[in-house]
C-alpha cells in the first residue's frame, strides 16, 4: 500500500484561493516531508519537475474535486482512473475525505475572513 501522496499540507494548498489554507497547507507539508520545491510550486505542479506520477495524480484528483464549476465533467474518468493506479480503495477514500475537509474549511475561512496565522 502507498501512502496517500502528497500529504494533506500539498493538497490543502490546490486551487483554494484562501489565506489560511495555503498557510496551513504549507506549514503541514513541511512537517511532512515536502521539500521547499514543492512546498513553492505546488500551484504550477503541472509545470514542474517535483512531483511524482503517484503526487500528480493525487493532485489532478484534488483539483478536480476542488473546482467543481470549472468544467461540464467535473472528474473525468481519466482523471480518477489515473489516481486509481496508484492508490487503492483505502488510500482513495482518505484522498477524498482528505479534500472535502479541505474544501469545508475552505468554505468557512473565506466568507468570515479568518487571516492566515490567526490560529
Given at each position: ?28 507539508a ?20 517535483w ?37 487503492d ?28 496565522g490567526?490560529?
Amino acid at each position: 500500500m502507498h501512502p496517500v501522496p502528497p500529504g494533506r499540507g500539498l493538497l490543502d494548498q490546490v486551487g483554494v484561493g484562501c489565506g489560511p489554507g495555503v498557510a496551513e497547507g504549507a506549514r503541514q507539508a513541511r512537517d511532512r516531508g515536502a521539500t521547499a520545491d514543492q512546498v513553492h510550486a505546488v500551484a504550477a505542479w503541472r509545470e514542474t519537475p517535483w512531483f511524482g506520477d503517484a503526487e500528480r495524480a493525487a493532485l489532478a484528483l484534488t483539483e478536480a474535486v476542488t473546482r467543481l464549476a470549472d468544467r461540464p465533467d467535473p472528474v473525468p474518468d481519466r482523471v480518477w482512473d489515473v489516481a486509481a493506479t496508484h492508490l487503492d480503495q483505502k488510500e482513495l477514500a482518505a484522498l477524498l475525505l482528505t479534500i472535502a475537509v479541505g474544501n469545508a474549511l475552505d468554505r468557512l475561512d473565506v466568507p468570515t475572513r479568518r487571516q492566515a496565522g490567526g490560529w
